[in-house]
């Protein structure tokens, strides 16, 4: 399986609309992939909070418009990073879209796990409350997205529910940069699964981004990494990686705390 991880810069100097139609080229651009995958919140920038309210947008906006039809132009899975979704009774959540190569919604996911300490996406947004898992013809993913990076519970509960790659969209700081590749590779080790990480470039809202999206295989190494600035990065995938490292090296199974 080939995977293209697009990691966008997102500055404040670029329109949200003209951010849209230059992703949607650059997803048109990954026709070869079988998945392609974008940060979170990138249409608005994870940090840009003044703008939350007036950039929601409910789940078939514009975001899911631009990349629907990316997505069936290319003929690619496309996980379109997450945007603000604006729900029926108002409230606000950062949900992430999946897309199949049909450029039809296959899946939802609402961040669980809100950052901010009583402030910010913590305050502003709702929290999700259900996993989401999508099944790819040789892969299943288990959709999770930045701070949830945290928490390992969730992506033990991804495991249980079949996911054999985890997929992270981010709006990582660069100030805990370190924190973003170490997260990353313990998920992978303790899941034996492949994670595909990616983030943001670029500064929004004052705050600089780490970069440096990765993808790491199920033993927990890096199998490539971008630098600081836009960049994509494409990576060939071995399905039958999971189920061997899970075999030859079975401690999945040993577990005995029902977490």
């Keep these: 399986m080939r995977a293209s991880l697009i990691q966008i810069a997102v500055n404040e100097g670029e329109s949200v609309s003209s951010r849209r139609v230059r992703v949607a080229e650059l997803v048109r651009e ?63 959540y950062n949900t992430a879209l999946v897309l199949s190569p049909a450029g039809e919604l296959a899946a939802t996911y609402r961040k669980i796990h809100r950052f901010g300490f009583d402030q910010g996406e913590a305050v502003l947004m709702s929290a999700g409350d259900s996993l989401t898992t999508v099944t790819l013809p040789e892969q299943t993913l288990g959709i999770a997205t930045c701070y949830d990076l945290r928490f390992p519970e969730l992506f033990r509960g991804l495991v249980d529910a079949g996911a054999t790659t985890m997929v ?23 899941d034996q699964s492949y994670v595909l990480a990616c983030g943001t470039a670029g500064t929004h809202a004052g705050v600089e981004q780490a970069g440096h999206s990765l993808v790491v295989d199920p033993w927990g190494e890096v199998l490539a990494e971008a630098g600081p600035g836009e960049e994509v990065l494409t990576v060939d995938l071995d399905p039958a990686r999971v189920p061997d490292t899970r075999s030859q090296f079975p401690a999945l199974k040993d577990r005995r705390m029902g977490l």
């Design 30 to 92: 990954q026709a070869g992939s079988d998945l392609v995958v974008l940060p979170e919140l990138w249409p608005v920038g994870a940090f840009a909070y003044e703008q939350f309210e007036t950039e929601a947008e409910p789940l078939d906006g514009p975001t899911y418009e631009a990349m629907s039809a990316a997505a069936r132009d290319a003929g690619v899975w496309l996980h379109a990073g997450s945007v603000v979704e604006r729900a029926g009774d108002g409230s606000l």
């Design 168 to 190: 992270v969209s981010a709006g990582w700081p660069a100030r805990r940069r370190s924190h973003w590749t170490l997260l990353n590779r313990a998920r992978a080790v303790e």
